[in-house]
């Protein structure tokens, strides 16, 4: 009477198998017909065969460690720590750009001593800059909008060469 229904077969924990996934831990140490008896697989003698006994990444038996035999490269500049660059986006709505404004509207930290204005992105309001660098699709873009950059910082060297460039010309 129960050939024709189909019998439903449920998973539940204890039905799984977990042959495979758990490697059972050897057994060191438990005599000659183990394989594993006597020094239980740690050789004779020495630090590494005793309880505790590890040596540190890196250590060379005493020997001048290879991290400490190459040279040392790089180092960080203290001349420019207290420098920060703005985008031009975030000046948008200010008519006087210098540091004291940055620092009101905290788009620069307290100690910050140099800045710089970068990116090309249009600005629709007039923009006074004082004092701080700019890069020139920065200025191109202020001027375009119809600002002023007063005392300016930045690009005096190509401004420079383009002068004496011109002079040896003559």
Known sequence: MNDNKETKISMALNSISNEGTVKNKKRVGRGIGSGSGKTAGRGHKGQKSRSGGNIRQGFEGGQMPLQMRLPKFGFSSRVNNNFKEINIKNIKGMKLVNLETLKEKKLISKSVKKAKIFGNSEIETKVTVEGIALTNGARVSIEN??????????????????????????
Do not use: F
Request: glycine letters at 12%; charged letters at 40%; hydrophobic letters at 20%.
């Open 145 to 170: 909008a119809g600002g002023k950059i007063i005392n300016d910082k930045g690009n005096k060297k190509v401004t420079e060469n383009k002068d004496n460039s011109e002079e040896s010309a003559k």
